[in-house]
């Protein structure tokens, strides 16, 4: 059975730190991409970072460049983004989403479109308050 499981949300002032973890299984995960995404209340579902397990290319949205960090570790199937000099319009419900790059690259120039993605976890609550 598939399963993304993400954790670390929470509830944090303006300009303080989350770390979010996604733990993945039921899948070879060294053959996905792990994107994260967010969603607020009323807004569509947008791309915040997206790590390539094969080659560790990484993507930002440009909201969050240099604030926000991606990383891996392939023998623990497990994803981090690092959110630090948070905002208020942070403020969302994030998603990490495992897309299938044994026939295209999905960690790429269209790594923010969610529908490339296979597999979604249900999201973990972030809320920064000013």
């Known amino acids: 059975e598939v399963q993304l499981v993400e954790s670390g949300g929470g509830l944090v002032q303006a300009g303080g730190s989350l770390r979010l973890s996604c733990a993945a299984s039921?899948?070879?995960?060294?053959?996905?991409?792990i994107g994260w995404f967010r969603q607020a209340p009323g807004k569509e579902r947008e791309g915040v970072s997206c790590i390539s397990s094969s080659d560790g290319n990484t993507y930002y949205a440009d909201s969050v460049k240099g604030r926000f960090t991606i990383s891996g570790h392939n023998a623990k199937n497990t994803v981090y983004l690092q959110m630090n000099s948070l905002k208020p319009e942070d403020t969302a419900v994030y998603y990490c989403a495992a897309g299938d790059e044994t026939l295209r690259s999905i960690c790429g120039s269209t790594w923010f479109y969610p529908i490339y993605y296979n597999y979604w976890g249900q999201g973990t609550q972030v809320t920064v308050s000013s």
């Open positions: 039921g899948f070879t995960f060294a053959d996905y991409a």
